[in-house]
């Protein structure tokens, strides 16, 4: 059984930073794209950055380009996010996924892609 499980998130000021952590377990995690998604109330999911099996290609939504960073560890079985120059915009529930396809700007982006989720994490940026 797939289990991939968040960690990391909280309550942090504005400008503040936060790094969120996903672990996997049940599948080969160096095999998949892993990829982050957040959803604030009253709002639809949304992409918010992915990286390649390999860790070698990324890519980010424009709206956390240059603020957060995506990265692995194979070995550890875990995807991190790191964020920083956070904005309340950004708060919101954060999710990694594990999906099988083929890493294209496309592919990543799309929510169906995706075969496996976590629970999600609960990042809130307030004063």
């Known amino acids: 059984q797939v289990h991939l499980v968040e960690s990391g998130g909280g309550l942090v000021q504005p400008g503040g930073s936060l790094r969120l952590s996903c672990t996997a377990s049940?599948?080969?995690?160096?095999?998949?794209?892993m990829g982050w998604f957040r959803q604030a109330p009253g709002k639809e999911r949304e992409f918010v950055a992915a990286?390649?099996?390999?860790?070698?290609?990324?890519y980010y939504a424009d709206s956390v380009k240059g603020r957060f960073t995506i990265s692995r560890d194979n070995a550890k079985n875990t995807v991190y996010l790191r964020m920083n120059s956070l904005k309340p915009e950004d708060t919101a529930v954060y999710s990694c996924?594990?999906?099988?396809?083929?890493?294209?700007?496309?592919?990543?982006?799309?929510?169906?892609?995706?075969?496996?989720w976590g629970q999600g994490t609960q990042v809130t940026v307030s004063s």
């Open positions: 996924a594990a999906g099988g396809m083929t890493f294209t700007v496309t592919a990543v982006k799309t929510i169906r892609n995706y075969d496996f």
């Open positions: 049940g599948l080969t995690f160096s095999s998949y794209t």
């Open positions: 990286v390649s099996w390999s860790g070698v290609t990324s």
